[in-house]
């Protein structure tokens, strides 16, 4: 029998941790603020699926298996410390540019379909503290006596609820408003994601070297 009491506080530690600010929420953010809400989403399409991933590794019990092997999640970790900082570097390249005219016509942001979605499920899947994330929310409602059904539910749930909290973010910073205002101050604007991400991109390295 599901445990649906139980599945809801799943979903709501997941939305919480999902929802909060972080790298994935920051560049789907500026992505939607640079370039509309069609290209937000599509980015946001592969952030989520590179939480589901991170998902099916954490519902099937390798997340533990990750955790316990010390060289693999440091390599993980400095791998995903290194594209924060890649995308560190993108940010502050367009940050020195030249502004665009209008908004939606940011050169860093003017990728095809396929190239955006990538960059999505690269940012996530290089993020393997999302599996902690994934174990601490499913840890919430899930107990030794619920069976694969319920787990099947809760993974997908999450999923779902990891692709609604992107949309939202996508369309809120696509509005026009917002869009005017990144297009005033995207020097500003881009310096400082620039910032963050290398701040973030610093302590996930930092953090695996420590480990080691």
């Not at 509309?36 to 939480?51: D, E």
């Not at 393997?128 to 319920?150: H, I």
């Amino acid at each position: 029998m599901i445990d649906w009491t139980g599945l809801t506080s799943i979903l709501a530690a997941f939305l919480i941790v999902a929802a909060s600010p972080g790298p994935a929420t920051l560049a789907v953010s500026t992505v939607s603020a640079a370039s509309g809400r069609k290209s937000g989403m599509i980015f946001g399409a592969g952030l989520a699926f590179g939480l589901a991933f991170w998902g099916v590794i954490a519902a099937t019990g390798l997340g533990a298996i990750l955790q316990a092997s010390t060289h693999l999640l440091i390599a993980l970790k400095v791998g995903g410390g290194i594209y924060l900082l890649w995308l560190a570097y993108g940010s502050a390249r367009s940050a020195m540019r030249a502004a665009p005219e209008k908004p939606g016509l940011d050169s860093q942001f003017r990728s095809s379909e396929k190239r955006l979605f990538v960059k999505g499920l690269a940012l996530n899947l290089s993020n393997p503290k999302a599996v902690v994330a994934w174990m601490a929310a499913l840890s919430v409602g899930l107990g030794s006596d619920d069976g694969l059904m319920a787990m099947v539910i809760a993974t997908l749930g999450c999923a779902l609820t990891g692709l609604l909290i992107y949309a939202a973010y996508a369309a809120a910073f696509s509005l026009s408003v917002i869009m005017n205002g990144y297009v005033k101050f995207r020097r500003w604007i881009d310096g400082l994601v620039s910032a963050l991400f290398a701040i973030a991109g610093i302590a996930l390295i930092r953090s695996a070297l420590t480990r080691s």
